[in-house]
């Protein structure tokens, strides 16, 4: 689904945190040209939610209750997900940066970067999704 000019950017949180869910969410919904369309902490929940919501930008843990956010990213980007895909964890290593980019992901952020730099983050990898 392309995003309509002037909309909010549409954000998906996944993350088996809900409180790094539950406050990145909130700052999300704190920016005018962005909305958080929904948290889960599961794969299967995202699945669900990007089907459901369409979202421009995934924010995404590596580690989850069901699997695997780096396999998940790669798999979904396979099937043909447009989303652009943001990992944020707490597991900041070489092999995570690699399997990361290798899955498409547009950038690794580590749990307890600053919001505003999270922010940056989720416009620019939609930014960059959107370009012609």
């Keep these: 689904m392309d995003h309509p000019a002037g909309s909010p950017l549409r954000v998906l949180i996944v993350d088996d945190v809900r409180a790094v869910a539950g406050a990145l969410a909130m700052v999300v919904d704190l920016e005018a040209d962005m909305t958080c369309v929904g948290t889960t902490d599961t794969i299967a929940g995202a699945r669900e939610r990007i089907t459901e919501d369409a979202p421009d930008v995934i924010v995404m843990d590596v580690y989850l209750a069901d699997g695997d956010g780096l396999e998940a990213t790669a798999a979904m980007k396979a099937e043909g997900l447009t989303a652009a895909v943001l990992i944020l964890t707490s597991a900041i290593e070489p092999a995570v940066l690699r399997r990361a980019a290798e899955a498409g992901a547009f950038e690794v952020l580590a ?22």
């Design 111 to 132: 749990k307890g970067t600053g919001f505003a730099v999270i922010l940056d983050a989720i416009r620019r990898g939609a930014r960059d999704r959107l370009l012609p």
